[in-house]
């Protein structure tokens, strides 16, 4: 009798160890590792968030300059800061001189007789931004920030445009 006992407690355990190894391929196991995965991508994100300079987010506000920001990621360093920089010379540029067109299309149609009739509408809008050639000549960077990022470089950029008496005449001539 105490055998018995012996014997189903054993079992008890074994089954209970059993139930709690980590069953890999079982639909449970893929849940809970894609669930790991979203949390740990999730913690990258706001890692990455909290590492960003106030002025990318901000930039400075002068009379006499323009402030353009940039960011880019790369796994060579400076691949990462070319790119941040061309994407705040982008920004720059569309500063200086864009323009912007938009076109509205909308069609109504009614569809019933008489005092069951219905609208039916549709509305569709096209923008399109233009940057033409600019001259930036004069753009200085300001600030720049480099986060490494596992394999990969995290570099954000701040350049600034002086609108001095010549810049601010040729932004004029350009507008």
Known sequence: ????????????????????????????????????????????????????PNWFIEPPVEEDALYATGVATSSDMQMGMDRAMLAAKRDLAGQVNNRLSSKMKEFVSEVGQSDNTALNREVSTVTKNVVTEVNLAGYRRTKSKMISEGKNYRVYVLLRYPIGETNRMLVEQIN
């Open 1 to 52: 009798m105490i055998v018995l006992k012996y014997l189903g407690l054993v079992l008890a355990i074994f089954g209970f160890l059993a139930g709690c190894a980590n069953k890999a391929g079982t639909p449970e196991a893929i849940a809970e590792a894609k669930k790991d995965r979203e949390k740990a991508e999730i913690k990258a994100v706001e890692k990455a968030a909290d590492e960003i």
